[in-house]
């Protein structure tokens, strides 16, 4: 009971800062929720969107799954709740950014890469999740055919992100808030080793340090 000690303590934490000094921020919170982004990340428990981002309650809609994948518009077979997720988040709540928050040491990057070896003993349901990116996975092999298994590993978890910015375009209603201008998506990569948060760059094709504007250094 240790661990779930440690969580109810904290939530008594949580409980006195939000609905004893800070009650103006629940009382709206109370209504409905207005998060103006929504964050899909990774189930990695380093990797927490509000922790990590400083969020408070009601900013960040977040959806979490092994390796913060995107399933395209069109998978019939794949992850409906994840789709409806991203529906409700870019529908109802008519969120104006999306992040696909992706890091190192990912261990589903890491079972895409395995995926004809152990992945494919081991597990019945996370080798065919993270097929998803599969395409990131044969870019990789393709274009750092001798690298260590570390750097295809980093290589990947950076191409899968983009993979699923392309699948959210797959969405027609996120494509043509997009093309609006009223819908930007960002693509980030958290570093474990180095502690640091990097941000797609379309213009280098790059994942580069972010500064306090959202804008790559
Ligand atoms: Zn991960």
């Not at 870019?139 to 750097?151: D, I, M």
Request: charged share 20%.
């Amino acid at each position: 009971m240790k661990d779930i000690g440690k969580f109810i303590t904290g939530f008594e934490r949580f409980q006195a800062k939000y609905f004893g000094e800070e009650q103006g921020l629940f009382s709206q919170l109370r209504q409905n929720q207005k998060p103006r982004t929504l964050v899909i990340a990774c189930c990695d428990s380093r990797v927490d969107p509000a922790m990590m981002t400083g969020a408070d309650p009601g900013e960040l809609f977040v959806i979490r799954n092994v390796a913060n994948l995107v399933p395209p518009y069109r998978h019939e077979a794949q992850a409906p709740g994840i789709r409806a997720a991203i529906e409700f988040a870019t529908k109802s709540l008519e969120v104006e950014h999306i992040i696909v928050l992706g890091h190192s040491s990912c261990g589903g990057i890491h079972a895409l890469m395995d995926c004809e070896g152990s992945t494919h003993t081991h597990y019945e349901f996370v080798g065919s999740w993270v097929s998803i990116a599969q395409r990131a996975r044969e870019q990789v092999l393709r274009e750092l055919p001798h690298k260590s298994p570390a750097v295809q590993a980093r290589a990947c978890e950076q191409a899968a992100i983009l993979v699923s910015l392309d699948n959210l375009l797959s969405f027609p209603w996120i494509q043509e808030r997009v093309n609006q201008g009223s819908l930007f998506l960002h693509g980030w990569y958290f570093d474990i080793d180095a502690g640091e948060l990097l941000a797609y760059n379309a213009q280098t094709s790059m994942f580069s340090a972010l500064n306090s504007d959202g804008l790559v250094e």
